[in-house]
């Protein structure tokens, strides 16, 4: 399985950014794809994620600003990101939990990470 994350880069705060992340390769299902962002000294935290029904899950620090999406079709998820604020400044990482047939456990993968820059 391979995850593509794109869409990252800089951005001035206010700005809208929207990473993209595609999931590849041979598998049953994905039961969630998520983002999830690291900034220099901090561990890594949930930024959003959305389950194979449609419910979604955001940080408390997005919510209104940021919003995830899926296109199952493609096993696609977006990230639409407005009002910038520097503190958004991290490398985002894709992630993708799936099985492998429908009785087996539910595996974790990332994807590369992308930087997110939010500076004037």
């Known amino acids: 399985v391979q995850l593509q994350a794109s869409g990252g880069g800089l951005v001035q705060p206010g700005g809208s950014l929207r990473l993209s992340c595609a999931a590849s390769?041979?598998?049953?299902?994905?039961?969630?794809m998520g983002w999830y962002r690291q900034a220099p000294g901090k561990q890594r935290e949930l930024v959003a994620a959305?389950?194979?029904?449609?419910?979604?899950n955001y940080a408390d620090s997005v919510k209104g600003r940021f919003t995830i999406s899926r296109d199952n079709a493609k096993n696609t998820v977006y990230l639409q990101m407005s009002s910038l604020e520097p503190d958004d400044t991290a490398v985002y990482y894709c992630n993708a939990g799936l099985r492998w047939s429908p009785s087996s456990a539910l595996r974790s993968y990332w994807g590369q990470g992308t930087q997110v820059t939010v500076s004037s």
């Open positions: 959305v389950f194979s029904g449609g419910i979604t």
């Open positions: 390769g041979s598998f049953f299902s994905i039961n969630v």
